[in-house]
């Protein structure tokens, strides 16, 4: 827990340092969520949830990977891994606390869009399981992401494009039927688009989609594994000769 609590604070002092720049994202965040549903005619009732299982997952891939690109400018990276303390559970810790953060922000804009475009809320008990499957998939990610970072710290320099590719390709914004054929075959194992498939399915069709939903977990699953390992290659690694500077 203390470990926890100390990177709570430190993630806090990051957002209150660069303050202007998380404002500036939270107001782009608030245009393309209402561009798009006012300019692509979007009123299905799981819009929203839909847009916010791509802002959580582009939070935890942008800030995941920013922390660990900082520490390792600023040579801290370093002696965080010499630490006793296990680097992989300070990653888990980074990655609940931008969950958390990243919840907030949207939050906040959702409810600009009660307020203002008078956008309702619908929900279903089932959303719950789809949204923690998916949180699973996204620690394997950012598991992923930080490892990549750990090896060069220019995957940061990519996060906005892997964030938009997955908002325009996940079928939230354009109906996975008219995406191109191979996309449609990625969403198969594509975590994001299975939990914009299976809400759309709940939420707009009022049906549960025990397939989809099974599909999901595992997938979820073999993404947290497939991240760990990654993760574990690179950490021992970096352990045993050091971080790779190059950048």
């Known amino acids: 827990m203390r470990i926890f609590l100390a990177e709570c604070k430190r993630c806090s002092l990051e957002i209150k340092a660069y303050s202007a720049s998380y404002i500036s994202e939270m107001m782009m965040t608030s245009i393309v969520f209402f561009g798009l549903m006012k300019g692509l005619g979007d ?15 582009s939070g935890i891939i942008s800030n995941g990977s920013i922390s660990t690109s900082q520490e390792k400018q600023t040579g801290t990276l370093q002696q ?18 931008w969950l958390g953060f990243s919840l907030f922000q949207i939050v906040f804009v959702v409810l600009i869009g009660v307020l203002t475009v008078d956008l309702k809320l619908y929900f279903d008990i089932k959303i719950l399981l789809v ?12 598991y992923i992401i930080t490892s990549m970072t750990l090896k060069t710290a220019k995957i940061g320099n990519f996060v906005s494009i892997i964030s938009y590719i997955l908002l325009f390709t996940s079928g939230g914004v354009v109906s996975n039927s008219s995406l191109p054929k191979i996309i449609q075959w990625i969403n198969n194992f594509q ?13 707009d069709y009022g049906k549960t989609p025990t397939d989809l939903i099974i599909r999901l977990i595992f997938v979820s699953v073999i993404y947290l594994m497939l991240g760990l390992i990654i993760y574990t290659k690179i950490y021992k690694s970096g352990k045993k000769y050091g971080i790779d500077n190059n950048y």
Do not use: D, E, M
Request: cysteine-free.
């Open 131 to 142: 949204g923690f499957s998916l949180f699973i998939a996204l620690q394997g990610l950012g």
């Open 80 to 97: 965080l891994l010499l630490k006793p303390v296990s680097f992989l559970k300070i990653v888990t810790y980074r990655n609940i606390y």
């Open 43 to 57: 009123h299905s009732k799981s819009y929203y949830l839909t847009f916010i299982y791509w802002y959580l997952a």
């Open 191 to 203: 975590p994001l688009a299975l939990a914009i498939k299976a809400t759309k399915s709940i939420i």
